[in-house]
C-alpha cells in the first residue's frame, strides 16, 4: 500500500554557498551559510526551525549548526547513511517528521571540502573490525578503492550488453558541461567541453574516462522543508513533495552489488522508481524535467532505463546525442550542469536544482515544468524524490 | 618498499585470508543447507544457519565484467591494474585481479584459472589469468 506522504510537505527554501575547490573555511562554516540561506530563502525565523537533518557522512552534527545558526528548540534531529544515497533520503526524513508532526520547520544540509579535505576514494583502513571495514576490505586489497572503480565494473557490462560506447557516454558529459555554461557557480562555467576533449581526456578506470566523473567540490547547500499549507503562505512559489522514498533492495551492498543475477540494470533504482510513482500518483510521462543523480555518465544511460524512461538497453537511443537531455528535448536533465558540471555536493545541489525548476527560476529553464524527478546516488542503498508545482495535481 | 592494503582480519573474514596464505582459493559453505556463498557471512540468508564450513574451488571461471584502473595510483599497488569479476565453475561471484594479460586481450565471457599471488612481503590472494589452451 503506497504511503501516505503524497502532497503532505513542500520544499519552502533553498541556499548554496559558492563552490570552489578551496574554500578557506570550516565544514561548519560552509554547512551554517548554506542553512541560514535556506532560512532566509524560505522567509522564516531560524527560532522556528524545530528540525535537522544531515548526511552520516557530513563531519558537521545537526546542534552545532543549530548552535551556529541559532536555530530553535529541536524535537527531531537525524543523520542518513549510504553516501550519496542519502541526498533525497534527508528530504524523506524531513517529510515524514513534517507530515507526522514530529517538527514544523525542519533544514536539510550537507557542508564539505570535497576537494581541498577529505576526497572520495582515498581508502578506508582502520584498526577497528567492523562488517562495514569487511566490506571495503574485499574491493581494497585489490586496489579497487574508488567510487569510478566500483561504477567501471557494472558500466563495463552494461555497455557490452546494449552496445552503448565512450560516444554515448560523452553525448551525456557534454549536454551538463553546456548547462554549465549558463551558471555562474558551476565549475564548468566558461569552459565548454567538446567531443575531442572528451575522447582526449585520460582515463581512470576503463571504461570512465575523466570527464565522465563529477567533479570535487567544497561548498555547502541546504532546504528548508515545511508542510505543504504553511509553504504556501512563504516567499517562494512552493516545491510540493508528490512522492519521496528510499529504496534498498535484496541483495544490496554499498557500491559493489555484484553479486545480483542482474549486472545490466540498477535494482536500487528500479525499486525507487516503482515506490515513487505509486506514492505519487505518477509516471515518466508526467516527467517534465529531471536531476537523476550523475557522480558517473553510465549511471544516467542506465537510470533512464530504471525510471521507465525507455526500455532497457535502449538509453543511448533514447539520449539522441544528448539533444533529449537539453531544453527543448523530451527530458532535460540536470539543467545546471549537475554533479560532473556543477559541483558535487554528494547529490543534494541536484535537488536544490530540482526546486528551482518548479519555481521557474533554473538558468537553463524549460518551458511548463509541472513534475521535476530527482534520484540519489547509484548503487548504495537510495532514495527517490517527485516534486510539483502547489495546485497541481 | 611500499605493500598493498591488507585486509582487516575478522571473524567473519579472517579464515578466508588464512587458506589463501595455505595457497588454497575457498567458498564459504552453509554446512545446513550447502548453499556456496561469497563473499563471506556469518548467517545464511536461505535458511539462517549460523553454521558453516567451506570447499576448496576448482579454480575455473568466466569474466562477468571488469575494469582496468590508471588514476589514482596508489603505493603497493602496479598500474594499469585489472579488476576481474569472476563467476567461478561452483557459481559463486569474486573480485579479483586479473594477471598474464593485456588489456586488449581481456573480453566478457573468456575462462579464467586462478592462481595464488604472493607479494614481496609474503602476502597471498588469489588471481586469475586466462585459461591455459590446452586446459580450455
Known amino acids: 500500500m503506497p504511503s501516505t506522504l503524497r502532497n503532505q510537505a513542500a520544499i519552502a527554501g533553498i541556499g548554496q554557498t559558492p563552490y570552489s575547490k578551496k574554500s578557506g573555511v570550516s565544514e561548519l562554516s560552509l554547512a551554517c551559510q548554506a542553512v541560514s540561506a535556506a532560512i532566509d530563502d524560505a522567509g522564516v525565523r531560524p527560532d522556528e526551525v524545530d528540525g535537522v537533518v544531515t548526511y552520516l557522512l557530513d563531519s558537521t552534527d545537526e546542534v552545532e549548526v543549530a548552535r551556529a545558526v541559532g536555530l530553535g528548540d529541536l524535537s527531531f534531529f537525524s543523520q542518513v547513511n549510504y553516501g550519496g544515497g542519502a541526498a533525497i533520503g534527508l528530504v524523506h526524513e524531513a517529510a515524514m517528521a513534517v507530515a507526522s508532526g514530529v517538527a514544523r520547520n525542519v533544514v536539510v544540509y550537507r557542508g564539505m571540502n570535497g576537494r581541498s579535505g577529505q576526497r572520495m576514494g582515498a581508502g578506508v583502513s582502520g584498526n577497528i573490525i567492523t562488517s562495514d571495514v569487511i566490506h571495503w576490505s574485499w574491493y581494497i586489497t585489490y586496489g579497487m578503492m574508488t567510487p569510478a572503480s566500483w561504477v567501471a565494473m557494472i558500466a563495463q557490462r552494461y555497455m557490452q550488453e546494449y552496445g552503448a560506447t565512450s560516444e554515448h557516454l560523452a553525448h551525456i558529459a557534454i549536454a551538463q558541461r553546456n548547462h554549465a555554461l549558463n551558471n555562474p557557480n558551476a565549475a564548468g562555467y566558461g569552459k565548454p567541453l567538446s567531443m575531442d576533449d572528451y575522447m582526449a581526456s585520460r582515463l581512470v578506470a576503463d571504461p570512465l574516462r575523466l570527464y565522465d566523473c563529477c567533479q570535487e567540490t567544497d561548498g555547502g547547500c541546504a532546504m528548508l522543508i515545511t508542510s505543504a499549507e504553511r509553504a504556501k503562505d512563504l516567499r517562494h512559489p512552493p516545491a510540493e513533495i508528490r512522492g519521496v522514498v528510499q529504496a534498498s533492495p535484496r541483495g544490496q551492498e554499498q557500491m559493489t552489488s555484484f553479486y545480483r543475477e542482474e549486472l545490466t540494470s540498477l535494482p536500487e533504482m528500479e525499486l525507487a522508481a516503482k515506490l515513487v510513482y505509486e506514492q505519487s500518483g505518477l509516471g515518466p510521462d508526467d516527467i517534465d524535467a529531471a536531476c537523476l543523480y550523475d557522480a558517473f555518465t553510465p549511471e544516467v544511460l542506465m537510470q533512464l532505463e530504471s525510471f521507465g524512461f525507455c526500455g532497457k538497453g535502449e538509453a543511448k537511443d533514447f539520449i539522441d546525442g544528448g539533444k533529449a537531455l537539453t531544453v527543448g528535448g523530451r527530458l532535460p536533465n540536470n539543467t545546471h550542469g549537475g554533479l560532473l558540471s556543477e559541483a558535487y555536493l554528494h547529490g543534494l545541489n541536484n535537488v536544490v536544482e530540482g526546486v528551482r525548476l518548479i519555481r521557474g527560476s533554473s538558468c537553463n529553464q524549460p518551458e511548463g515544468v509541472e513534475h521535476v524527478l530527482m534520484s540519489a546516488a547509484v548503487g548504495v542503498p537510495t532514495s527517490a524524490l517527485i516534486l510539483g508545482k502547489a495546485g497541481g495535481p | ?136
Open chain 2, 1 to 136: 618498499m611500499p605493500s598493498r592494503i591488507k585486509p582487516p582480519m575478522g571473524e567473519d573474514n579472517g579464515w578466508w585470508w588464512e587458506q589463501a596464505a595455505r595457497d588454497k582459493l575457498v567458498i564459504q559453505r552453509c554446512a545446513s543447507c550447502e548453499v556456496l556463498r561469497h563473499p563471506p557471512r556469518p548467517m545464511c540468508d536461505g535458511c539462517r544457519s549460523l553454521e558453516w564450513d567451506f570447499v576448496e574451488a576448482c579454480g575455473r571461471g568466466s569474466l562477468a565484467s571488469f575494469t582496468v584502473l590508471h588514476h589514482p595510483q596508489v603505493p603497493g599497488y602496479e598500474y594499469p591494474l585489472a579488476i576481474g569479476l569472476v563467476d567461478l565453475e561452483e557459481g559463486t561471484r569474486i573480485v579479483t585481479q586479473l594477471v598474464d594479460c593485456e588489456r586488449d586481450d581481456i573480453t566478457i565471457g573468456m575462462p579464467l584459472e586462478a592462481l595464488i599471488h604472493r607479494d614481496d612481503d609474503g602476502f597471498k590472494l588469489p588471481v586469475f589469468r586466462p585459461a591455459r589452451e590446452s586446459e580450455a
